[in-house]
């Protein structure tokens, strides 16, 4: 908790920063409500709960004349954890059924930190005593088999890879078969984002998910999104909610960005929470979310 503080204090959070010196500001005029809905569109809250959240301040602080800091921040925090929601269902489904292990599937566009992500949440699962076998399932891209490898040398777990441009869902396969074989918990299997066609992206995840579910059923789909690309970023998140059920969304680099708005539109607009964050490309920097932490921390 002290990680996500430093990592998303208002000091080195341009969102926070902005929010907070604006309402501390000492008239609260029209000025400063364009402002701060300027402000708020900047940090990716989008059109709507921006809306929702400069009505309600409005509201609640026209009534005290405005220009009370810690008031203000009272109701910004009360806002944003509304905005935020409940930390229903943010926790990971590991358990797969009887004798299998749970199987998380990572899909999400290249470069949004896949990888990385299953390199911190191995990690995270082995700190937790859970044994666990990573699957390349990206096997378009050599360098990202290697990555992973790298990944699970450091954290300690067995990564199953395939050969260069074979099939991703026989490795996810072979990764699956071996959890089985090895009584493991938890198998964590990275994919290829490639963007290329809507129906070349379905047949592909779809495989996949089909064929491991010969063996064990899939837990969790968690879609990877970078906080940074913004309305972009979220465009791409729906083609892959549209053809995969997601179960939950791994938001990154959410380290010294402006842009951790993007949060509310994203549950929004997939229907689906933020279950981990990503705060840098260190192995510790992965947080799960939780709303009252993450709001504390961005107005600290
Ligand atoms: P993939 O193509 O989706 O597997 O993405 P990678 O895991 O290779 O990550 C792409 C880049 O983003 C790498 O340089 C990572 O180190 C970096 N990265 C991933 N997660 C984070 C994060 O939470 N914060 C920051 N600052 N960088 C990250």
Same mark, same amino acid.
């Given at each position: 908790?002290?990680?996500?503080?430093?990592?998303?204090?208002?000091?080195?959070?341009?969102?926070?920063?902005?929010?907070?010196?604006?309402?501390?500001?000492?008239?609260?005029?029209?000025?400063?409500?364009?402002?701060? @809905?300027?402000?708020?569109?900047?940090?990716?809250?989008?059109?709507?709960?921006?809306?929702?959240?400069?009505?309600?301040?409005?509201?609640?602080?026209?009534?005290?004349?405005?220009?009370?800091?810690?008031?203000?921040?009272?109701?910004?925090?009360?806002?944003?954890?509304?905005?935020?929601?409940?930390?229903?269902?943010?926790?990971?489904?590991?358990?797969?059924?009887?004798?299998?292990?749970?199987?998380?599937?990572?899909?999400?566009?290249?470069?949004?930190?896949?990888?990385?992500?299953?390199?911190?949440?191995?990690?995270?699962?082995?700190?937790?005593?859970?044994?666990?076998?990573?699957?390349?399932?990206?096997?378009?891209?050599?360098?990202?088999?290697?990555?992973?490898?790298?990944?699970?040398?450091?954290?300690?777990? @067995?990564?199953?890879?395939?050969? @260069?441009?074979?099939?991703?869902?026989?490795?996810?396969?072979?990764?699956?078969?071996?959890?089985?074989?090895?009584?493991?918990?938890?198998?964590?299997?990275?994919?290829?984002?490639?963007?290329?066609?809507?129906?070349?992206?379905?047949?592909?995840?779809?495989?996949?998910?089909?064929?491991?579910?010969?063996?064990?059923?899939?837990?969790?789909?968690?879609?990877?999104?970078?906080?940074?690309?913004?309305?972009?970023?979220?465009?791409?998140?729906?083609?892959?909610?549209?053809?995969?059920?997601?179960?939950?969304?791994?938001?990154?680099?959410?380290?010294?960005?402006?842009?951790?708005?993007?949060?509310?539109?994203?549950?929004? @607009?997939?229907?689906?929470?933020?279950?981990?964050?990503?705060?840098?490309?260190?192995?510790?920097?992965?947080?799960?979310?939780?709303?009252?932490?993450?709001?504390?921390?961005?107005?600290?």
């Amino acid at each position: 908790l002290a990680r996500l503080r430093r990592r998303l204090s208002a000091s080195n959070n341009p969102f926070a920063k902005g929010l907070l010196s604006l309402l501390s500001a000492d008239t609260l005029d029209a000025a400063t409500w364009d402002d701060l @809905e300027a402000s708020l569109i900047t940090a990716d809250l989008g059109v709507g709960p921006t809306t929702e959240l400069v009505e309600a301040l409005r509201k609640e602080l026209s009534v005290s004349g405005g220009a009370d800091a810690d008031r203000a921040k009272a109701v910004l925090r009360d806002e944003l954890l509304r905005l935020v929601g409940p930390d229903t269902n943010r926790g990971l489904n590991l358990t797969g059924a009887d004798g299998v292990p749970g199987v998380i599937l990572v899909v999400g566009v290249n470069g949004t930190g896949k990888t990385t992500t299953i390199g911190k949440l191995a990690r995270v699962l082995v700190a937790e005593q859970h044994s666990v076998v990573l699957a390349a399932a990206d096997t378009f891209r050599a360098a990202a088999a290697e990555q992973l490898k790298t990944w699970g040398d450091r954290v300690g777990v @067995e990564v199953v890879r395939g050969p @260069e441009g074979g099939d991703p869902a026989s490795v996810a396969f072979d990764a699956v078969a071996k959890g089985i074989a090895d009584g493991v918990d938890v198998v964590v299997v990275d994919t290829a984002g490639r963007l290329h066609t809507k129906t070349g992206l379905m047949d592909e995840l779809g495989k996949i998910k089909r064929v491991i579910e010969r063996k064990a059923p899939v837990t969790e789909v968690l879609l990877v999104i970078d906080a940074t690309t913004g309305q972009n970023g979220l465009a791409q998140a729906r083609v892959f909610a549209e053809v995969v059920d997601v179960t939950g969304i791994v938001l990154t680099k959410l380290d010294g960005s402006a842009k951790g708005g993007i949060i509310v539109p994203v549950q929004r @607009e997939l229907g689906v929470p933020v279950k981990l964050i990503g705060l840098g490309e260190g192995a510790d920097d992965l947080a799960p979310f939780q709303a009252a932490a993450f709001v504390d921390a961005l107005l600290e």
